[in-house]
T-cell receptor, first 110, second 110 residues
Framework: DTAVSQTPKYLVTQMGNDKSIKCEQN?????MYWYKQDSKKFLKIMFS???????INETVPNRFSPKSPDKAHLNLHINSLELGDSAVYFC?????????FGNGTRLTVT | GQSLEQPSEVTAVEGAIVQINCTYQ??????LSWYQQHDGGAPTFLSY????GLEETGRFSSFLSRSDSYGYLLLQELQMKDSASYFC???????????FGGGTRVLVKP
């Protein structure tokens, strides 16, 4: 199936831990994104990569570090997790058109 | 800064018509998109307006007035499966960045 897939689907961890979320797309898109959706469903862009190059870096704590090994993959590493990081994180991709979202990773920090 | 305003919730009965308005204030503007998100799901693309006027896709239509910084999504012949959150999103002039509104939760009742 052609899609944007991200893993894991659920992530429960304690404050202070470090965790990673992986994302892969096989749509042939050249731009990938990370969005954060909070408990009020507000969707906010965090990062965007175009052909492995960082092009959007919103005001995000530097505990969050994206990495794009190639244009089909975009991973998100989070250091020293805090309670406020609890949210659903969506990966998305595009090719000068609409965004295609992954199914999200629900991160719960306890 | 940027802001997009849309109603937080709308309730309607099956078969009815619902209009979700979106007003925006952005520094740059390339177009207005609409996304649908079911509970627990990923946002999915519905429509995109770059120019003034009405775009129709089946039961859903989207309208844009650039001079009024305003658009709407029209849902016709509502079905139970249309119960979801609907987000307007503005594409900035720079890059491929989408800024989302807070979402409108549509509840369809029998």
């Amino acid at each position: 199936d052609t899609a944007v897939s991200q893993t894991p689907k659920y992530l429960v961890t304690q404050m202070g831990n470090d965790k990673s979320i992986k994302c892969e797309q096989n749509l042939g898109h050249d731009t990938m994104y990370w969005y954060k959706q909070d408990s009020k469903k507000f969707l906010k862009i965090m990062f965007s990569y175009n052909n492995k190059e960082l092009i959007i870096n919103e005001t995000v704590p530097n505990r969050f570090s994206p990495k794009s090994p190639d244009k089909a993959h975009l991973n998100l590493h989070i250091n020293s997790l805090e309670l406020g990081d609890s949210a659903v994180y969506f990966c998305a991709s595009s090719l000068r058109g609409p965004l295609h979202f992954g199914n999200g990773t629900r991160l719960t920090v306890t | 800064g940027q802001s997009l305003e849309q109603p937080s919730e709308v309730t309607a009965v099956e078969g009815a018509i619902v209009q979700i308005n979106c007003t925006y204030q952005t520094s740059g503007f390339y177009g207005l998109s609409w996304y649908q998100q079911h509970d627990g799901g990923a946002p999915t693309f519905l429509s995109y307006n770059a120019l003034d006027g009405l775009e129709e896709t089946g039961r859903f239509s989207s309208f844009l007035s650039r001079s009024d910084s305003y658009g709407y999504l029209l849902l016709q012949e509502l079905q139970m499966k249309d119960s979801a959150s609907y987000f307007c999103a503005v594409r900035e002039a720079a890059g491929n960045k989408l800024t989302f509104g807070g979402g409108t939760r549509v509840l369809v009742k029998p």
